[in-house]
């Protein structure tokens, strides 16, 4: 199974899978050539995606793909589609859980500008939430701060507090019970964030694309190893960067290898 994200936010999403079929092998393909999505204008990046994505599984064949970004998800999902004969799950805001969750109806949407400007977006809230205020909040350099934490150990805490004071802006924060994490990279640092607005419940995509991806595969029958044996957990970085010892080191804390294109 090919995971797909612009940075180490599929490991969140990988997670995710991984405790829910810890059976199948799972390739991280992280686009850091690419990195941030966000910023993309979404013809260059359906364009981009899928000629990463095309060229990616020759090498490396798998039986389903999860483009676990929001930002391409909300964009890429029809073209992708097109140009490959495998299933393709998308990760997209979590917006109708939250609006179910919420007791007061002020639910926070924390995400790059990009997804927050989307159609999809929009549409979703419109679907699912319309009953609700949704605070938004596009931040430019919280997924490039989480990068940066992963591969640098940089810190965030004046990022967190920026994101924070983007949150409780709004006129109606002091009854936001509810934040959408909607971008893969924001549920790595889910705990800082609750320590610092810890009334809030933080909502995320990860366990609805597990199911999403474990209904796929009990549907078309697709092969697993034995239920008695892990599957292997590899990490491509595509692009020129090397990982650094920072991210070798959190990835081998994780059970994770590296490998190469």
């Known amino acids: 199974m090919l995971i797909f994200d612009s940075g180490v936010g599929s490991l969140s999403i990988g997670a995710a899978i991984h ?15 690419g990195f941030p999505y966000g910023e993309w204008q979404e013809d260059a990046l359906v364009t981009h995606i899928c000629q990463a994505v095309t060229a990616l599984l020759q090498r490396h064949p798998a039986d389903i793909v999860v483009m676990a970004c929001n930002s391409a998800s909300t964009a890429v999902l029809p073209a992708l589609r097109s140009v490959l004969n495998i299933p393709v799950v998308g990760v997209v805001p979590a917006i109708k859980p939250a609006a179910l969750h919420s007791r007061s109806g ?4 924390l995400a790059t500008p990009g997804t927050v400007g989307r159609a999809y977006t929009a549409q979703l809230i419109n679907d699912f939430a319309s009953h609700c205020c949704v605070v938004p909040v596009g931040s430019r350099i919280l997924a490039p ?29 002091a009854e936001m019970d509810t934040v959408v994490l909607a971008c893969t990279h924001f549920p790595l640092i889910q705990k800082p964030l609750a320590e610092l607005m810890p009334a809030i419940s933080w909502i995320d995509s990860g366990e609805a694309i597990a199911r999403r991806v474990m209904h796929i595969i009990k ?19 595509l692009g020129e960067a090397r990982a650094t010892p920072m991210l070798k080191e959190r990835l081998e804390a994780s059970n994770l290898r590296l490998i190469d294109y």
């Open 219 to 237: 549907e078309l029958n697709l092969p697993l190893n034995s239920a008695s044996k892990k599957g292997n957990q590899e990490v491509l970085i």
């Open 106 to 109: 002020v639910i926070g949407l």
């Open 19 to 33: 405790e829910f079929i810890p059976q199948a092998n799972l390739l991280y393909a992280m686009d850091h050539g």
């Open 145 to 173: 701060a989480i990068e940066s934490l992963f591969w640098n150990n940089t810190a965030i805490d004046e990022v967190l507090l920026e994101i924070k004071a983007a949150l409780y802006a709004h006129p109606r924060s």
